[in-house]
């Protein structure tokens, strides 16, 4: 059984730190990529950041500079390190696992996380 459970979201200052972790059980996670996701009130799910299984990463516009995700293949884990928090981060992050699998495309995802910036 696949699953993916996010922690270390919470309530944070504008201009403060969290780090989402997100283990990984019942793949076998150094093939996947690997990706973090949001989604808040009344918008749809965006793209925050993802890094391949070769290590290749990429961001959304909006979190350049500020976020930074990782991986470690040893702790099947998925890290996103957030910095500078501002209000327009308030969402669920949702975690994503995404291979290729004898031919067949796996794609998983996590409960979410929720990360609210507010003074």
């Known amino acids: 059984q696949v699953q993916l459970v996010e922690s270390g979201g919470g309530l944070v200052q504008p201009g403060g730190s969290l780090r989402l972790s997100c283990a990984a059980s019942?793949?076998?996670?150094?093939?996947?990529?690997m990706g973090w996701y949001r989604q808040a009130p009344g918008k749809q799910r965006e793209l925050v950041a993802t890094?391949?299984?070769?290590?290749?990463?990429n961001y959304a516009d909006s979190v350049k500079g500020r976020f930074t995700i990782s991986r470690d293949n040893a702790k099947n884990t998925v890290y996103l390190q957030m910095n500078m928090l501002k209000p327009d981060d308030t969402a669920v992050y949702y975690c994503?696992?995404?291979?290729?699998?004898w031919g067949k495309g796996q794609d998983y995802w996590g409960q979410g996380t929720q990360v609210t910036v507010s003074s």
């Open positions: 994503n696992a995404a291979a290729t699998v």
């Open positions: 890094i391949t299984s070769s290590q290749s990463t």
């Open positions: 019942g793949i076998r996670f150094s093939i996947y990529d």
